[in-house]
């Protein structure tokens, strides 16, 4: 079982950068893929990102490359999603997941996922 607790949320402006975190607890979860969803309101849930469990490789989704950036901490147990030049569009609730692999973890759905921390970003 792992345990995911998202931190870093918040209301910014257009253009503002924002880095979210997420730290896992569980006996095994330094060795799970790791990943980043978010949900804006009356949308469906889609992804934004994900990291290997060793950090050697990284996915994003296409509205995100180039201005999010994820990465691990693995001695923490903590990922991080660092996001630039933020857009109103970014607007949602952002959660944490782990997943065995995260080259499918777009299709895939994790097996473990966190509470969700909002983001808002104004115009």
């Known amino acids: 079982q792992v345990q995911l607790v998202e931190s870093g949320g918040g209301l910014v402006q257009a253009g503002d950068s924002l880095r979210l975190s997420c730290a896992a607890s569980?006996?095994?979860?330094?060795?799970?893929?790791m990943g980043w969803f978010r949900q804006a309101p009356e949308k469906e849930r889609e992804f934004v990102a994900a990291?290997?469990?060793?950090?050697?490789?990284?996915y994003y989704a296409d509205s995100v490359k180039g201005r999010f950036t994820i990465s691990r901490d693995n001695a923490k147990n903590t990922v991080y999603l660092q996001m630039n030049s933020l857009k109103p569009e970014d607007t949602a609730v952002y959660y944490c997941?782990?997943?065995?692999?995260?080259?499918?973890?777009?299709?895939?759905?994790?097996?473990?996922w966190g509470q969700g921390t909002q983001v808002t970003v104004s115009s």
């Open positions: 569980g006996r095994t979860a330094s060795r799970y893929a």
């Open positions: 997941a782990a997943g065995p692999t995260a080259q499918t973890m777009a299709v895939r759905p994790p097996d473990f």
């Open positions: 990291i290997t469990w060793r950090g050697g490789a990284t």
